[in-house]
């Protein structure tokens, strides 16, 4: 089957809800990756102003944070649902740089996918990636990145405070 064409509207009434229940379940179970919250904290520490800004819907994003305890570093949360447009489009980017007060070049992003790569490239700003996450199985390193990082402590390294 056409993978990109429209469900039966009948069947995906029917479909989504079981998603939605077995999703917000193993919501539930999920884990940061390693040195996740170890780098929030020490970007924190460091005086960095920190933004979420995931495809992932507000409904499933929220709970997500807020149960493996990361809710609290982010000033701002985008979802994929939140503004009109989403990464890999720009705009989540330069909504952001607008909240901070920030130029959107002084914005990092810190993604593992193309989508991360392109909506950095569109804004203007840099882009680092972890190699692991949600990138349809293909390496990071083939992307137009910055740099590729083990993990979030390790971006600490490369940033330098203006």
């Not at 193993?26 to 800004?53: E, W």
């Not at 007060?101 to 203007?124: F, K």
Request: negative net charge.
């Amino acid at each position: 089957g056409d993978m990109h064409a429209e469900p039966d509207a009948a069947l995906f009434n029917r479909a989504m809800p079981l998603f939605d229940k077995h999703y917000a379940e193993l919501l539930l179970q999920s884990k940061p990756f390693a040195g996740v919250i170890a780098g929030l904290d020490a970007m924190q520490a460091a005086g960095y102003r920190l933004g979420c800004i995931t495809n992932k819907l507000a409904r499933y994003t929220e709970p997500l944070l807020k149960g493996t305890g990361m809710a609290k570093y982010f000033e701002i949360v985008l979802s994929g649902d939140t503004l009109p447009e989403k990464k890999p489009h720009p705009l989540p980017l330069l909504h952001a740089a607008k909240f901070f007060g920030a130029a959107v070049e002084e914005v990092l992003l810190i993604g593992d996918s193309l989508n991360d790569a392109v909506a950095a490239r569109a804004a203007g700003c840099p882009v680092f990636c972890v190699p692991y996450g949600y990138n349809h199985g293909e390496p990071v390193d083939d992307l137009d990145l910055d740099a590729v990082i083990a993990d979030l402590p390790a971006a600490m390294d490369l940033i330098k405070k203006a």
